[in-house]
């Protein structure tokens, strides 16, 4: 089977984004998990822009806290997850 990015022809390419491997990402030890960094201006021309990738364990949770100047999304794969905001908690699950 080919991967996606092989399908891809060197004229769509992004010459400014490159693919980093996850055995390859520069890792952040951050409370109750480890943080991928997958593109961002460390490793790419991306100047508003961090993709990452985060496991956390059953059970844990980072520390509360707030993003005052950035936005953050977040991709649940598997499992369940409480958001907590000003305005309220919200359980998300896939």
């Known amino acids: 089977m080919t991967s ?14 490159k693919r980093i491997a996850r055995d390859v990402a520069e890792i952040y030890r951050l409370p109750g998990r480890d943080w991928l960094l997958m593109i961002g201006p460390q490793n790419s021309e991306a100047t508003n822009l ?4 985060a ?4 059970g844990s949770a980072p520390p509360g806290h707030i993003h005052v100047t950035q936005k953050e999304v977040i991709s649940i ?5 409480e ?3 000003p305005e309220g908690r919200v ?3 896939l």
């Open 77 to 81: 794969l598997s499992g369940i997850e």
């Open 50 to 53: 961090m993709v990452g990738v």
């Open 91 to 93: 359980v998300l699950e």
């Open 55 to 58: 496991s956390l364990p059953p």
């Open 4 to 17: 996606p990015s092989a399908a891809l022809d060197e004229s769509t390419r992004s010459t400014r984004l």
């Open 83 to 85: 958001l907590v905001i």
